[in-house]
């Protein structure tokens, strides 16, 4: 009867934390695509904003006209800058995710190691044994012939 891997609630702690790590991380890519695509929506706003204030120059506009297409577009700026800080602080926060799954599946890795070595070990013990009984059985069998000729 083979032995039991001793340390295998551990290694179902570390699967559990390591889909878990895995979990979060797809997570947090996620979360940085998501950022970055508002990004990016801004800066494409504030150009088309910005083209339209060209066109609107061109055509001639008053000063109170060009006023609001200016606080506008400082107001997109703005907005545009703090979503920057957005994207660096999810970009941060996948990082350390990616840390996290990593350690995660290094610790993993190390106990799913000793867990084959023990499997390994105890086939080779089973093995070794079943080996044992079939030479008995053998020599028994092949005793008991000779000694019956005699």
Known sequence: MPQPFTLQPLLELMQTRADEATRKLGQLIAAEQSQRSRLQMLEQYREEYAQRLCEATLQGVTRLVLRNYQDFLARIDDAIEQQRIAVQNSELNKKAGQDQWQTQNKQL???????QRHDARERHRENKQEQKLQDEFSTRKYGLKDGADS
């Open 109 to 115: 890795k190390a106990i799913d190691t000793l867990s």
